[in-house]
Each structure stands twice: as C-alpha cells, then as structure tokens.
C-alpha cells in the first residue's frame, strides 16, 4: 500500500508540477493574495474528481475490454518518455520564466470560473489524470486506493504550496536557473515512473 501511495504522490506532482496555464494562474493569484483559497480548492477537488474517475472507472473499463490496458500502458510509457524528453531538453536549453503579476485582479466568481475553465477546458488534464494515473494505477489492482490517495494528496499540497507560498516561489522561478533544476527534476522522475511502467507491463 505505501508503494502504491508512493507512486501515486510522485507520479501525479510530476504531472502537475510543470507550469502552465492554469498553474501561471494560481500563482499569480498567489502573487496577489486575491481569492487564493478558493482557487486552490477548485483546482484541487477538481483533480480528485478526475483522478478518482481515471484510478477507479478505469479499472471497470479495462474489465470489460481487457486489451485497453496494455495499448492504454504502452501509451502512457511513451507519453512519459515523451514529456521527460521535453523537460530535460528545457532544462537543457533553458530560458524559462513567468510573469505572475501581469493580470489584473479578477473578482472572486471570475477567478472561480477561469480557474474551473483552465480546469475543465485542458484536454491534457485528461490525458493526465483519467487516462495516465489510471493506467498506471493498474499497476496496483489491490491498492488503487493507496495511489489514487497519493496523487490526490500531491495535487492538494502542489496547489496549496503554489497559491499560498507564491510570494516566496514567485521570485524565484524569475531566475532561469530555477527553471533548470525544475525541468530536470521532472524529466528524472517522468523517465522513472516510465521504466516502472514498462517493467510492471
């Protein structure tokens, strides 16, 4: 079980650490200490939703279609191998930065509504959580709870350490060098998950 916990918590925050849109927003939420909590919340409960329906949902689909979860495995390998192979490259080239304070502040129902669009709207949060930590999970088929907890709780602290800390993270990722070590980071964890994925297979 705390194996399963284990990868679960380093497979979803290797997934959801990389800076993006709806990340670039919590954070310059953060920035200015405008509606933070709700907004992590949204972001959070959001990924729960999503990660339960891949982690448990998934393990109904793959009964019925059994094929699905080798082609879905093999998928998610490549796609791992892929997105490490990205973050190392950046890591590599660098340049990486984030302007957090360019927005101006949104009232709290429009800063619910862009958080859930930049939820909801990303297709690549279904690739993420419902397609790629359920393929993953299945890896665990006694301890689906365990992991599906470990990535919820690391989309819970992720969101909760970007939205409230961004005071203190928000100078730091100004520096490339900040950058570097993150892309790093994540290409070594994606490229282990992966091999953990193909030996599992």
């Known amino acids: 079980m705390l ?3 284990l990868t679960g918590f380093l497979t979803g925050l290797s997934l959801i650490i990389a800076i993006g849109a709806q990340n670039a927003f919590v954070l310059r939420q953060g920035v200015r200490r405008a509606h933070v909590l709700p907004v992590v919340l949204v972001c959070a409960l959001s990924d729960a939703i999503l990660i339960s329906l891949g982690v448990f949902a998934f393990a109904q689909v793959s009964a019925a279609f059994p094929p699905l979860l ?7 390998a490549s796609f791992l191998i892929f997105y490490g ?6 890591a590599y080239r660098g340049g990486g930065h984030l302007d957090a304070a360019r927005q101006s502040v949104q009232s709290l129902k429009a800063a619910v509504l862009t958080a859930l669009a930049l939820t909801w709207l990303n297709p690549h949060v279904y690739l993420d959580t419902v397609v790629l930590l359920g393929a993953i999970s299945a890896r665990f088929p006694a301890a689906r709870a365990g992991f599906a ?4 709780l690391a989309s819970f602290l992720f969101f909760f350490s970007l ?9 730091v990722f100004a520096r490339e060098t900040a950058w570097r070590v993150l892309d790093a980071a994540i290409a070594l964890v ?4 992966a091999f953990g994925v193909i030996r599992g297979s």
Do not use: C, D, Q
């Open 3 to 5: 194996h399963a916990v």
């Open 85 to 90: 192979g990205k973050a190392a490259l950046a």
């Open 163 to 171: 939205g409230f800390g961004a005071r203190l993270l928000a100078p």
């Open 149 to 152: 907890m470990g990535a919820i």
């Open 70 to 76: 080798p082609i879905l495995r093999w998928g998610g």
């Open 190 to 193: 994606m490229w282990t998950i």
